[in-house]
């Protein structure tokens, strides 16, 4: 039973630029959020989509945004790089209204 | 403002001494209370889940208990393999499921 993959492992961009990182829920769950976490801090709540529609969103920017797809997998997409946009990239999926939520180990973003 | 605080920041055990971690937590529509390990370079584990103050649950050398205002998670005569970033989250319901995290406490154990 696969659990949560997310793709690439490591990128590596420059300012200004933009990134797509993707992710695929453990089998048979059907909602996907994304966390942002710096080095020695926790994850912090990017935004959340279940059937296909973004549900709750953290404090982020617009220039982060997100999409699900009918097989509940799901991308986000990061606009307009900047050097604090540095960071591992989580995907948690779980169940709605069943947890916990379930990580993948994560994108790793520099940008330079 | 909902938020979670864990201490200590960083911990270093000698194998065999037993001590406790803690996550204080303030936030409303408080729906669940969640204990994660992390090892470097990896996302984050799942160890348990705690919905009621008075409530406990047990795994191997780990115990986590919860009051109405923070959770423990006590460790029992460790061993170097426990070596991680423990970290706590809160789950609240404020028109849709929204999970918070501390910011962890990184555990040393030394043989």
């Known amino acids: 039973d696969a659990g949560v993959t997310q793709s690439p492992t490591h990128l590596i961009k420059t300012r200004g630029q933009q990134v797509t990182l993707r992710c695929s829920p453990k089998?048979?769950?059907?909602?996907v959020s994304w966390y942002q976490q710096a080095l020695g801090q926790g994850p912090q709540f990017i935004f959340q989509?279940?059937?296909?529609?973004?549900?709750q969103r953290g404090n982020f920017p617009d220039r982060f945004s997100g999409h699900q797809f009918p097989n509940y997998s799901s991308e986000l997409n990061v606009n307009a790089l900047l050097l604090g946009d540095s960071a591992l990239y989580l995907c948690?999926?779980?169940?709605?209204?069943?947890?916990?939520?379930?990580f993948g180990d994560g994108t790793r973003l520099s940008i330079l | 403002e909902d938020q979670v605080t864990q201490s200590p920041e960083a911990l270093r055990l000698q194998e065999g001494e037993s001590s406790s971690l803690n996550c204080s937590y303030t936030?409303?529509?408080?729906?669940?209370l969640f204990w994660y390990r992390q090892d470097p370079g990896k996302g984050p584990e799942f160890l348990f889940t705690?919905?009621?103050a008075g409530e406990e649950k047990e795994k191997e050398r780990l115990k986590a208990t919860l009051t109405k205002k923070e959770s423990f998670l006590h460790i029992t005569a460790p061993k170097p393999e426990d070596s991680a970033t423990y970290l706590c989250?809160?789950?609240?319901?404020?028109?849709?499921?929204?999970?918070?995290f501390g910011a962890g406490t990184r555990l040393f154990v030394k043989a």
């Open positions: 936030v409303s529509g408080l729906r669940g």
């Open positions: 705690l919905y009621s």
């Open positions: 089998s048979g769950h059907d909602t």
């Open positions: 989509y279940y059937e296909e529609e973004e549900r």
């Open positions: 989250a809160v789950q609240a319901f404020t028109g849709g499921f929204k999970t918070i």
């Open positions: 948690a999926s779980s169940k709605q209204g069943d947890q916990p939520q379930h």
